[in-house]
């Protein structure tokens, strides 16, 4: 099976510029991350979709970051104005979690994109 | 407040030695545990989970990892390294109170020739 589809891989922006970040998750999984790494850390969960709603978004800068993911397939991230301490690996995951099957917390990675602040 | 800890940042080992990475949780019940590899420049794999029954898991690679409910710790443990296996290790941790997974800080695992 195809897995989860992240682009673009890398960018890199000036402060203040703004970016997206597009994310494709496996088919039939209803729920949907994005997590912030950082150099050094683990990833931290930005937001959690299951389907098109918002399940957590606790940690999200919402001056700043805001995401969407209006069919409950594909999803995208946007970073507005870009600080420099936003320099990460933006990672997409997914699961089937919610839809009552054995092992649905087990999340599928994408290779994540990488942003440069500058 | 829930919490994973990883207590060791980097760890260096010879090729063909054991090893032992810990993992320590903070949560009012039983989790469901995970242990995730990321490879340079790569998304992360799941290397095994525990979710019930047996307290000693197996997972891809050779890794295995055992649950300890007294200690509240998972620690990974593979008995003969390979140069391949360097990389930065992943505890991960499901509240299922709230489906929230959190991750450590991560281990960077070394491997000497």
């Known amino acids: 099976e195809a897995g989860v589809a992240q682009s673009p891989r890398y960018k890199i922006i000036e402060k203040r510029q703004s970016v997206a970040f597009w994310c494709n998750p496996i088919s039939g999984h209803a729920t949907l991350y994005w997590y912030q790494q950082i150099l050094g850390q683990g990833p931290k969960l930005l937001i959690q979709?299951?389907?098109?709603?918002?399940?957590?978004d606790s940690q999200l800068p919402k001056d700043r970051f805001s995401a969407e993911r209006l069919k409950g397939v594909d999803s995208t991230l946007k970073i507005q104005p870009a600080k420099l301490e936003d320099s990460a690996v933006y990672l997409c995951?997914?699961?089937?979690?919610?839809?009552?099957?054995?092992?649905?917390?087990?999340?599928?990675f994408g290779a994540g994109s990488r942003l440069t602040v500058l | 407040a829930q919490s994973v800890t990883q207590p060791d940042i980097h760890i260096t080992v010879s090729e063909g030695a054991s090893l032992e990475l810990r993992c320590n949780y903070s949560?009012?019940?039983?989790?469901?545990l995970f242990w995730y590899v990321q490879s340079p420049g790569q998304g992360l794999q799941l290397l095994l989970k525990?979710?019930?029954?047996?307290?000693l898991v197996q997972g891809i690679k050779g890794f295995e990892a055992e649950f300890k409910r007294s200690q509240s710790s998972f620690n990974l443990r593979k008995p003969s390294v390979h140069w391949s296996d360097a990389a930065e290790y992943f505890c991960?941790?499901?509240?299922?109170?709230?489906?929230?997974?959190?991750f450590g800080k991560g281990t960077r695992l070394h491997i000497l020739p």
């Open positions: 979709f299951q389907n098109n709603g918002v399940v957590d």
């Open positions: 995951a997914s699961s089937l979690m919610g839809q009552g099957v054995a092992g649905a917390n087990v999340l599928t």
């Open positions: 949560y009012g019940a039983t989790p469901y």
């Open positions: 991960a941790v499901h509240m299922n109170r709230d489906d929230k997974i959190i």
């Open positions: 525990y979710f019930s029954g047996d307290t």
